[in-house]
């Protein structure tokens, strides 16, 4: 990445009406990130203003019967409708609506602006999200939703990168068929929700790749695969826009996942991923936030892939370097290219 400082667009959705006692996807996940509303951590942050997504936005990626499901889980308040499990209040729908709008404001802005940089920090999640079906913390797939609209809005071809440490079960399925729209998950391997196997989709190989990474792989495992797997194929496939599910739940803290990342490892796969849109998607990216369960190391972790966005250096890390495992990722690599022909 070019080090001259990039100005990046960022919205910022607590949603403290969607909250479950003792879930871990609360409001707690970005309640100490408030803050950099009135201080951001670098100068080159742009806050935007967003509305609500209105629900013909969402219907384009989602079923009428969905909406209608959720709002009627919404009406019943608050408890847990599926076995992730995940859960609604009263206002869980509204704040849905709201993290897709927040995602959406971004993606529009960028692609008026005809290049920019984002991060949609948002919450409830959206990847596991199906067209028909919330699943997985998720409720409405926010990612999924700013990559068709980019899509619809002229772009040729789009490419959707998400390093969560669960797959992205829901995007998976949305673009099943869709030959505008890469997919590219790096994901623990057996982990929730068991999608996201080695080859498959077998119809969609070269379009959809997906990663499954064995227990305690860190830095040295994903820059690997960055290199020798994600890099050739967005060459290949050639995205006009970057969008990357950022879950942060692949930190060796998290309670949920074995994966192994430490702080410095998202930075540096964020300014992997930012030369990557420089070189090849006309400078067009943004993220949109997933998972990320330690309460210190997510807001750690999102502001080292802001630094690494905005051009800067200096990030916190309370937890420092991760644990010092590497599996042999070698036979995983070699079995990607030739699956994939890469």
């Known amino acids: 990445m070019s080090e001259k400082k990039t100005k990046v667009y960022c919205t910022y959705q607590v949603a403290p009406e969607h909250y479950?006692?003792?879930?871990?996807?609360?409001?707690?996940?970005?309640?100490?990130?408030?803050?950099?509303?009135?201080?951001p951590p670098y100068p080159e942050i742009q806050w935007l203003n967003f509305s609500p997504a209105d629900e013909a936005d969402v219907l384009l990626i989602h079923h009428k019967e969905l909406l209608e499901n959720l709002k009627l889980e919404c009406r019943q308040g608050a408890h847990e409708?599926?076995?992730?499990?995940?859960?609604?209040?009263?206002?869980?729908?509204?704040?849905?609506?709201?993290?897709?709008?927040?995602?959406?404001?971004?993606?529009?802005?960028?692609?008026?602006?005809?290049?920019?940089?984002?991060?949609?920090?948002?919450r409830p999640p959206g990847h596991h999200a199906e067209a028909g079906k919330a699943m997985g913390f998720c409720l409405l797939n926010n990612v999924a939703l700013a990559a068709a609209d980019a899509v619809a809005s002229g772009l040729g071809k789009v490419a959707i990168v998400d390093f969560d440490a669960h797959h992205g079960n829901g995007i998976q399925e949305m673009f099943w068929q869709t030959p505008q729209i890469g997919y590219f998950s790096t994901h623990e391997k057996d982990?929730?929700?068991?999608t996201g196997k080695l080859g498959f989709p077998l119809h969609a190989r070269g379009r959809i790749i997906n990663v499954p990474l064995p227990a305690f792989s860190g830095n040295d495992a994903f820059i690997k695969i960055f290199?020798?797997?994600?890099?050739?194929?967005?060459?290949?496939?050639?995205?006009?826009?970057?969008?990357v599910a950022a879950?942060?739940?692949?930190?060796f803290s998290d309670p949920l996942t074995t994966l192994t990342l430490d702080t410095k490892g998202y930075f540096e796969i964020t300014q992997h991923l930012a030369d990557l849109a420089e070189a090849y998607c006309g400078c067009r990216m943004m993220f949109v936030l997933e998972g990320?369960?330690?309460?210190?190391?997510?807001?750690?972790?999102?502001?080292?892939?802001l630094a690494a966005l905005t051009g800067n250096e200096k990030y916190e890390d309370h937890y420092g370097k991760g644990p010092n495992?590497?599996?042999?990722?070698?036979?995983?690599?070699?079995?990607?290219?030739?699956?994939?022909s890469l």
Do not use: C
């Not at 982990?191 to 068991?194: D, E, L, T, V």
């Not at 879950?247 to 930190?251: L, M, N, S, V």
């Open 325 to 340: 495992v590497s599996p042999d990722i070698e036979p995983l690599i070699e079995e990607l290219k030739k699956i994939h």
């Open 81 to 122: 409708f599926e076995p992730a499990p995940s859960y609604v209040t009263k206002e869980s729908y509204r704040a849905a609506l709201g993290a897709a709008g927040a995602t959406l404001s971004i993606s529009r802005r960028i692609i008026e602006e005809g290049s920019g940089f984002g991060f949609a920090i948002v």
């Open 191 to 194: 982990n929730y929700p068991g």
């Open 247 to 251: 879950g942060y739940d692949a930190h």
């Open 227 to 243: 290199e020798e797997v994600l890099d050739p194929w967005i060459r290949r496939f050639e995205p006009e826009m970057l969008f």
């Open 292 to 305: 990320g369960y330690d309460l210190v190391a997510l807001k750690d972790n999102i502001q080292a892939s």
């Open 20 to 39: 479950f006692q003792d879930h871990p996807e609360s409001p707690k996940r970005l309640q100490s990130l408030r803050g950099w509303l009135n201080d």
